[in-house]
C-alpha cells in the first residue's frame, strides 16, 4: 500500500489554508461587524499619537513606533478572532497591555473568548490581560490614583465579558430554538410517516376485502360455467345462445365491478405521488384522508342485501337472522357499519374458497348495552382439525386488527364440525 508523500507545495496549502482567516463562514452582518471594527482600531492607531502625546512625551523616542506596530498588529490579528478567538485573546495579551493604540483589539478580544469558548477559558484569557494592563499604571501613570485606575481596568474587561455573555446567552437560545425547531419537524415527518403508512395499511385490507370477495365470484361463476359445460359435452349436448350469454354477462359483470373497486382503492395510492402536501402550510391537525390520497370505498350496513345478493346469485346458500332493526344499525358510526359489512362479507369468501356448496348462516344481533354481533359459521372441509381452521391468513389477520381497532373482538373457533367466526363490536352511534 503507498503511502502518499507530502510535498513542500501541499505543506504550504494545508499551512495556507490554516492560516487563511476568511476560512470560516461568515454571514453579512458579520462581514459588517469585522469591518466596522477593524476600520475603528485603525482609526485608534491613527488618533493616538495625538490624543496620548503627553504619554509618549513621557516614553522613550522608540516606544512610539513599536506601540504604533503593536496596535498594527492587534488590529489586523481581530480578522482570526472568529476562527481561532483562544490564539488572539492569548496574542493580544501583552500587545493590548502595553500598547496605548492596540485597546480596542484587546477588549474585542476578550468579547469574543467569552461568546465562543468555555467559561474558565475567558476567565482566564482575562486575567491575563488584567495581569498586564493593571501594572502598566507604575510605567506611565494615566491618573492620580491606582485604585481608580485598577477599577477602570476592571470594569472595562468586565463591560466586555458582559457584553460577551449576553451575546452567547442568544446564541445558547436560538441553536436551542432550532434544535427544537429540528426535533419538531422530524417528530412532525415520523407522525406524518405513521399517518400514511396507517392510510396504506387500510388501503391494503380495502384492496383484499374487495378483491377477494369479487375474484371469488368471478371464480364461482367461470367454475360453474366450465361445469355446464364439460356436462353437457359429456351427454352430447351443448348449452344454447342465451344459456351461453348469460354466463358470460354475469363473469363480465363481475369482472368490470372488480376492477372498478380496483381503480377506487388504488386513487389512495396514486394521489401520494402526484400531490405533495406543504409541510409549512399543513399541519398534522389538519390533515384529512382525502388529503392522503383518495378515500377508499365506504361501504355501510345498507349495501348487505346486495352483497348477499350477489353471493347467492353466485350459488351461495345463504341463512340471514337479523335480530337488530336496520334502521338502527344505519345508525351505528360509519366505521362500525364498514367493519360489519366486512365481516360477513370475509365470512362468505372464506365459506365460498374452503367449502363451496356449503350453507352457510349469518347472526346479526346487538344491542347498546352488548354491542353489536356478527355469527357466521359454515361446515368444515371433511377432515378439518381444529388445528386447521381455515381462512387464518391475510383476510382474517386484517379483519381482526380492523375489529381491534374499532374497539370490539374477533374470535374464530370450530365447534360440532362447523367453522365459526364471531365478531363483536361497540354499539357506538
Keep these: 500500500m503507498s503511502t502518499a508523500v507530502a510535498t513542500p507545495g501541499r505543506r504550504l496549502r494545508r499551512v495556507a489554508g490554516l492560516l487563511n482567516p476568511f476560512a470560516v463562514s461568515r454571514r453579512r452582518q458579520d462581514w459588517v461587524i469585522d469591518i466596522l471594527i477593524f476600520v475603528i482600531a485603525v482609526i485608534e492607531i491613527i488618533w493616538t499619537p495625538t490624543a496620548m502625546a503627553y504619554i509618549y512625551d513621557r516614553l522613550p523616542d522608540w516606544w512610539q513606533p ?10 489586523v490579528a481581530l480578522w482570526w478572532r472568529r476562527r481561532y478567538p483562544l490564539v488572539v485573546g492569548y496574542l493580544l495579551v501583552p500587545i493590548g497591555g502595553l500598547c496605548l493604540s492596540a485597546g480596542l483589539p484587546a477588549i474585542v478580544a476578550v468579547f469574543t473568548v467569552t461568546v465562543r469558548r468555555r467559561t474558565i477559558d ?26 481608580l485606575w485598577v477599577v477602570f481596568m476592571v470594569l472595562t474587561y ?8 449576553a451575546a452567547r446567552a442568544r446564541l445558547q437560545v436560538i441553536a436551542g430554538l432550532l434544535d427544537s425547531a429540528e426535533r419538531d419537524r422530524m417528530d412532525y415527518e415520523q407522525q406524518l410517516q405513521l399517518v400514511r403508512q396507517a392510510e396504506r395499511h387500510q388501503v391494503a385490507r380495502e384492496m383484499h376485502d374487495v378483491l377477494a370477495h369479487r375474484i371469488s365470484l368471478l371464480s364461482v361463476h367461470a367454475g360453474a360455467l366450465e361445469y355446464r359445460t364439460r356436462t353437457a359435452t359429456e351427454q352430447g349436448l351443448a348449452l344454447n345462445d342465451e344459456e351461453i350469454r348469460s354466463s358470460v354477462t354475469v363473469i ?45 370505498p365506504q361501504v355501510t350496513v345498507a349495501a348487505l342485501p346486495t352483497l348477499i345478493g350477489q353471493a347467492r346469485a353466485a350459488g ?3 341463512t340471514l337472522h337479523q335480530t337488530v332493526d336496520q334502521d338502527r344499525l ?30 352457510v348462516d349469518i347472526e346479526l344481533s346487538g344491542s347498546t348495552e352488548s354491542g353489536v354481533r356478527v355469527v357466521i359459521t359454515n361446515p368444515l ?14 383476510g382474517l389477520t386484517g379483519l381482526a386488527e380492523r375489529v381491534r381497532l374499532d374497539g370490539g373482538r374477533l374470535s374464530r373457533d370450530v365447534a360440532d364440525g362447523r367453522f365459526v367466526l364471531t365478531a363483536r363490536l361497540p354499539w357506538r352511534s
Design 158 to 165: 468586565g463591560t466586555a465579558i458582559g457584553f460577551g455573555l
Design 330 to 359: 344505519l345508525g351505528l358510526d360509519e366505521q362500525v357499519q364498514r367493519t360489519i359489512f366486512r365481516t360477513i362479507q370475509e365470512g362468505l369468501t372464506n365459506a365460498r374458497k374452503h367449502t363451496p356448496g356449503a350453507i
Design 381 to 394: 372441509p371433511i377432515g378439518t382439525t381444529k388445528a386447521e381452521i381455515p381462512g387464518a391468513g391475510v
Design 66 to 75: 513599536i506601540d504604533l506596530a503593536g496596535g498594527a498588529v492587534g488590529a
Design 316 to 318: 351461495q346458500v345463504i
Design 252 to 296: 363480465r359483470e363481475s369482472a368490470h365491478q372488480a376492477l372498478e373497486e380496483l381503480r377506487q382503492v388504488l386513487q389512495v395510492l396514486r394521489a401520494d405521488a402526484d400531490d405533495q402536501l406543504d409541510h409549512d402550510q399543513v399541519s398534522l391537525d389538519q390533515l384529512r384522508p382525502d388529503q392522503l390520497g383518495t378515500a377508499p
Design 122 to 147: 475567558f476567565l482566564l484569557v482575562t486575567a491575563a490581560h488584567l495581569a498586564i494592563a493593571i501594572p502598566f499604571y507604575f510605567l506611565i501613570p494615566l491618573t492620580d490614583q491606582f485604585l
